[in-house]
């Protein structure tokens, strides 16, 4: 199955938040972790938050690579659902989508992992842990145990259909992502009201958070 991973990329400081140091970096440690992975067919839609630092990393490390496409977006409210559901939209040809913020890493199996799992006649979307960086050498993880219930779940933990190319999944709801904070749990109860089936994939992908709390590495 071709897997399209949405990345939506901000550079910038957020409001009310510290300032996040090295994103360039990190931007740049994020894609080549998703370049790195052994699942073949695939590819990465970053969708660029009105951010010059994302335009000016792509322009430099990805413009000739087929398999991550640049989408330059206007700049949205903080916690705006649209960057996302730019991307979706964007992946037309692909089977499932899932997704990769600008400053964590893919082990290079993760997308294989949810290849092997998501049986595509009977799942429309379906969750899984994630790990934890727990120091700077990636070498110490802790596996956290992902609920669906508000503060657990989030875009790092959901795969699902492409609903675009699938038009009779879920009732023909088109799940798009609300805006405001807290919309990726927000999305998921949109998956589950529209009727799609789901479940927790007994094997964890590896997708590895590198921001939470106090810790940004």
């Given at each position: ?24 970096k ?35 490390n ?128 949109k ?20 921001h ?6």
């Amino acid at each position: 199955m071709k897997i399209s991973v949405i990345m939506a990329s901000f550079c910038g400081v957020l409001p009310g938040r510290q300032p996040r140091k090295n994103m360039d970096k990190k931007l740049i440690r994020a894609v080549n972790s998703f370049l790195k992975q052994t699942h073949e067919d695939k590819e990465l839609i970053i969708v660029s938050d009105g951010c010059e630092i994302t335009n000016k990393v792509y322009e430099e490390n990805w413009l000739t690579e087929p398999s991550v496409k640049l989408f330059r977006s206007p700049k949205m409210a903080t916690y705006a659902g649209g960057i996302r559901d730019i991307g979706m939209k964007m992946a037309e040809n692909s089977d499932i989508f899932c997704f990769l913020d600008n400053d964590d890493v893919l082990g290079k199996n993760h997308l294989q992992t949810i290849n092997d799992q998501f049986d595509f006649d009977k799942n429309d979307w379906v969750y899984y842990d994630d790990y934890l960086l727990l120091d700077p050498s990636f070498t110490k993880f802790e596996r956290r145990n992902v609920e669906t219930r508000y503060g657990s779940v989030g875009t790092s933990s959901i795969s699902l259909i492409n609903f675009h190319k699938y038009k009779d999944r879920f009732n023909g709801v088109k799940p798009l992502f609300p805006d405001g904070y807290g919309h990726d749990f927000l999305f998921m109860m949109k998956l589950a009201s529209a009727g799609g089936k789901f479940k927790k994939l007994e094997k964890a992908p590896t997708y590895i958070v590198c921001h939470y709390g106090n810790v940004d590495l």
